[in-house]
């Protein structure tokens, strides 16, 4: 399975960005797929998820700003970011797996190259 992210950039507080993450691989479509993140000197974070059903779930430090949903024609499944803080700033990856779908980074086996997003 391989992920690639996009969509990300530099934007002003309170400024929106979509990312990507496009899918591929034999049953790609059967895995659950979660968003993280990282800024320099701080640990992982994980910030959204969506199941193979549609089923999402959110970091509460993004809940009513973020929001997860998946394409299964493109397969693809994006993170609509809005409403954005300094502190958003940091490394987004996609990340794949089949364990329990959640926001920790152990249920994933398989990782993105990452997309940068700096909010100033």
């Known amino acids: 399975v391989q992920l690639v992210e996009s969509g990300g950039g530099s934007v002003q507080t309170g400024g929106f960005l979509r990312l990507s993450c496009t899918i591929s691989?034999?049953?790609?479509?059967?895995?659950?797929v979660g968003w993280f993140r990282q800024a320099p000197g701080k640990d992982r974070e994980g910030v959204a998820a969506i199941d193979s059903d549609g089923t999402p779930g959110y970091a509460r430090s993004v809940k009513d700003r973020f929001s997860i949903s998946k394409d299964y024609e493109k397969d693809t499944v994006y993170l609509q970011m809005n409403s954005l803080k300094p502190e958003d700033t940091a490394m987004y990856y996609c990340?794949?797996?089949?364990?329990?779908?959640?926001?920790?980074?152990?249920?994933?086996?398989?990782w993105g190259q990452g997309t940068q997003v700096t909010v100033s």
């Open positions: 691989g034999y049953g790609s479509s059967t895995y659950c």
């Open positions: 990340a794949a797996g089949r364990r329990t779908c959640t926001t920790s980074a152990y249920d994933y086996t398989y």
